[in-house]
């Protein structure tokens, strides 16, 4: 996190970035090479929306389709920072926006347009989850933790016990991770975990 005094986290919201996510969002998983293809990341709706208002309190209406016409939609919009490389201390910020569900789509909310909006995590690293850290000052930044990572300790262990407990689950489905821990409320949430 970015300043010098020491801040104390509110939320953490992790999603795992598959394989198929980083070909979705190198638009290089659409069937044609004209179109198609969102480059965003789902969650489900029901269950992400309210932590994600918290995290993302913004309000915008767009104009999307729903049911065949065009329908205004509201959309969460918040400022997020990361580091625009790993090598460099230089931080971006932009704004990040959750869309609720499509018709297509009736239970899934999207991160939309992640590639635009930050930066894509190295390959080749093993799992790679996605975090959106919100601080006490409300601030958010979003960054990239790898499992061997969080595993060996370079994570403080209020972020990587939460995430590891969720990915080493038994009860877990066979789905990637994602979840959130929110600290006002004490609550972990682990999606898939009945």
Request: charged fraction near 30%; include cysteine.
């Amino acid at each position: 996190m970015s300043g010098t005094a020491k801040v104390g986290v509110k939320r953490i919201l992790y999603k795992e970035v598959t394989a198929a996510d980083l070909r979705k969002l190198r638009a290089e998983s659409n069937d044609a090479p004209n179109g198609g293809g969102a480059r965003d990341l789902r969650l489900p709706y029901g269950e992400f929306d309210a932590v994600i208002e918290q995290m993302l309190p913004g309000v915008k209406t767009e104009t999307r389709r729903r049911g065949g016409v065009p329908t205004d939609v509201e959309i969460r919009v918040g400022r997020v920072t990361y580091r625009a490389d790993s090598a460099s201390a230089s931080e971006v910020t932009v704004d990040l926006h959750w869309e609720p569900p499509t018709d297509a789509r009736n239970r899934e909310g999207r991160l939309a347009r992640v590639h635009d909006a930050l930066s894509l995590p190295a390959t080749g690293l093993g799992r790679v989850f996605l975090l959106l850290i919100q601080d006490e000052n409300d601030h958010v930044n979003a960054f990239y933790a790898y499992e061997d990572d969080l595993r060996s300790g370079q994570w403080r262990p209020q972020v990587a016990k939460p995430i590891l407990e969720c990915l080493d689950d038994p009860n877990r489905k066979k789905r990637s991770v994602q979840g959130y821990i929110d600290y006002t409320t004490n609550k972990h949430f682990c999606h898939g975990v009945d």
